[in-house]
């Protein structure tokens, strides 16, 4: 057995692998969809910004350097996702622990490090046992939301995460599925694997642009709860029908956008590099 | 020619692919619909039955002495975590309040209590390498009518 593996090879493969055990369960779905109906309902699910996610790291592996690693790292690195196969009955969680084990594993390995992060991110941005934190933003979007409402001159009431307005007069109760962190998510990891993938390295305004996206997707999640509070049939709109699709397709929108803005060729570089170049 | 380390992980993807394959995946448990079929065995009419409220599930079921049925929902522990989801929902639900987790009967909503019996359930799941997180069964009976252990 050769005593190196070359590294742009190991990603190659091992991230094939890895895809092919991330996408398996939407493949399942949409191949076992029984009826028409069930089959349109999955496909309306499945995410794009993933698609791109995954897109854009195969490019990223590509460019890597023409290194080696040692046998044992590639080897082992195989069997800690082999070892996840047994947890086939909880995938996402599965992907989750072997990205994270990964991501330890390659920390001191610099070529490897980011590829880790960027597998992290992807896992995280899933949501999976994610519930506690959207539970308590819950909490904190039925604030931000009252507040607006009182001031934007809209009678309403709330006790706890119960909001009654004069559209819902028996109230809509805002529930860990409802809450911003939903959308914050995948549109905040998402622009950040987006250029963790494009840059050599994140300057101060690649956070600030995070943080913009951050911000932006609490306000979508606010005016879509603002939107359900209409009426019933807005609130099927919003929660799971057309509505939901255009947040959807909004959030990923807004999260493109802010990748294209932020990576523009034209754009002036960051200040930090703006400053060093000064001191220079 | 394919290098080693492709075969191994053309090997792993087989192994994979053989899994899925032959995989048969357990039915989603359903607490709700467990419940009702034991309260129906017992002699209990499910007045409502429906699947969510907020897309919580949950159902309605009659007691001999109560006028009116007793509403019941079943919360995932972690939704709970938000602290204004139990004053919304019984301000919803009305009624006297009753919590029924892994067994043990509240009859108030003490967060403290149940998370330190969450806690001692899954130190004792991870002993004997079984862990399973029941749902919290809220329980809202009508005025009028005393709470009774049901479950």
Redesign the interface.
Known sequence: ??ER??LP??CL??L??LA??YW?GTV?LVVRSPNLDTLERTLTQISILPVIEWFMLFGFIRRLPHRTIPVTL??GS?AL??VA?TL??HQRFAFLFESFALFLLWLRLPDLRRVGLVLLLIALQRGQGM??LH??V??VD?RVLTSVMGLIGQPVTW????VLSQGMP????????CASSNLMLPMGLGLLILLLVSRERLTRADYGWVALTLAVAVAINIGRLYLMLGSHAAYQSWHEGTGASIVSVAGLVVTMGVWMIATHPKRPPGRRKLSREAGA | MIPRFGLATATALALFVLLGIFHREAAAPDPAGALIARLRAEGHTIAKPRKALWDTPGFAFSVADCLAPVETLLFDFDEILSPGIMPAVQAVEGGTLQVDYAGQRFDRFDRAALYGLRLRNGATGLLHGRLVDPPVIILFWPAGCTPKDVF
């Open positions: 057995m050769r593996v070359p090879q190991f493969y091992l094939a692998l092919v055990q398996a399942a590639a080897y195989l996702v082999v196969f086939i009955n519930t506690p539970a308590l819950s909490w039925t006790i706890g995460n119960l028996d109230g809509l109760v805002i529930l860990a599925g």
